[in-house]
């Protein structure tokens, strides 16, 4: 699985756009970039994932380089809410291969 | 509703006496698997299943033990739980045609 790289923490007024870089410099080509949610002693949840390009759902958007060695989760106009950490996962989700492990994330505060 | 249940949601024990947390699921997914989370070090997984009578090792599986005998239980059993294994704990699931994990809300553990 490739190994992924993300900011420990970041912090951000309510209002602003996030944005969260992930680097999975070591990609291979069947693999896709999924971004998981978790709030403070819930489960993670699925957010958006992709392959290669744009990805935009109602609740982020996941911008992906042609080389794909990293890829940009961006949070529009973030409210307290969205406080969670923020997970990159990289793999080859197709059938029969294991699904994604979990790193240690990217720790979001919004502040009023 | 769709769902992954877990019991206890908390549980507090001593060193050695053997418990079993549960883990039920009601969407019919071959994949199954247990996590546990500490502070500073994300989500770990510790066993995992890709479908019934089939389990494999995550990350960490020393101390646990896990078992599939239906495609809707993957328990947990801690056969001489340690105060190292104090934890939150995750069970997971998701269908082989997607990749999309969901989980359940989590077991806080304590082993005095």
């Known amino acids: 699985l490739a190994k992924t790289t993300q900011p420990i923490s970041m912090d951000s007024y309510e209002g602003q756009e996030v944005n969260i870089t992930c680097s999975h410099n070591n990609i291979a080509t069947n693999d896709y970039i999924t971004w998981y949610q978790q709030f403070p002693s819930q489960g993670p949840r699925f957010i958006i994932q992709?392959?290669?390009t744009k990805v935009t759902n109602e609740v982020a958007s996941l911008f992906i380089p042609a080389d794909r060695k990293s890829s940009t989760l961006s949070l529009p106009r973030v409210s307290l809410s969205d406080t969670a950490v923020y997970y990159c996962?990289?793999?080859?989700?197709?059938?029969?291969?294991?699904?994604?492990?979990f790193g240690k994330g990217t720790r979001l505060s919004v502040i009023a | 509703e769709a769902q992954v249940t877990q019991n206890p949601r908390y549980l507090i024990t001593v060193t050695g006496k053997k418990l079993t947390v549960t883990c039920s699921q009601n969407?019919?997914?071959?994949?199954m698997s247990w996590y546990r989370q500490d502070p500073g070090l994300g989500l770990r997984q510790i066993y995992y299943?890709?479908?019934?009578?089939?389990?494999d090792k995550g990350d960490v599986p020393e101390g646990y033990k896990v078992s599939r005998k239906e495609k809707r239980n993957f328990p947990l059993i801690l056969e001489s739980p340690s105060p190292n294994q104090t934890s939150l704990y995750f069970c997971a699931s998701s269908s082989i045609t997607t990749d999309t994990q969901y989980f359940g809300p989590g077991t806080r553990l304590t082993v005095l």
């Open positions: 992709g392959y290669k």
């Open positions: 299943s890709m479908n019934v009578e089939v389990t």
């Open positions: 969407m019919n997914h071959e994949y």
């Open positions: 996962l990289v793999g080859d989700t197709s059938w029969g291969n294991t699904p994604l492990v």
